[in-house]
């Protein structure tokens, strides 16, 4: 009897762990369009967009977060803390006129898509980084 007892407790382990594994919500991974863009839009293309591209960075697209600006790459997929986007907006350092100070909830968007691979898209994957200026 005490056999079977235990295997009723493993059974039932075993199917609480497999229904809390089905169960848990998965948060989906952010991506440019639908996560970081809005961010980038209400926070920092006022003076990194297309119409003033100070540090000849413009944050309004995908394809120009990726070219990067002046001082070259803003992003390194998978390594938030080796890029520059991140550690200035990490830091505080930008916006520089404090006016749009992005939230630290946005902050933490924004480090989930680099760390993420920097996707455009859902299931992109990560991205190649770099291109001609």
Not at 25 to 30: E, F, G, R, W, Y
Not at 52 to 71: F, I, Q
Not at 99 to 127: H, T
Request: aromatic share 4%; proline share 6%.
């Amino acid at each position: 009897m005490e056999v079977r007892s235990s295997e009723l407790v493993t059974q039932l382990v075993a199917a609480a762990l497999v229904t809390a594994s089905i169960a848990a919500p998965t948060t989906p991974q952010p991506v440019f369009e639908r996560d970081v863009l809005p961010i980038f839009e209400a926070n920092c293309v006022r003076c990194h967009g297309p119409k003033l591209r100070m540090a000849h960075m413009d944050l309004s697209t995908y394809d120009h977060v990726l070219k990067g600006g002046e001082s070259g790459d803003v992003v390194v997929p998978g390594k938030p803390n080796e890029s520059r986007l991140y550690q200035k907006i990490q830091k505080g350092l930008m916006p520089a006129d404090k006016k749009d100070a992005l939230s630290s909830e946005q902050i933490e968007v924004v480090r989930k898509w680099i760390e993420a691979g920097g996707a455009n898209i859902e299931s992109a994957g990560s991205v190649e980084v770099g291109g001609t200026r």
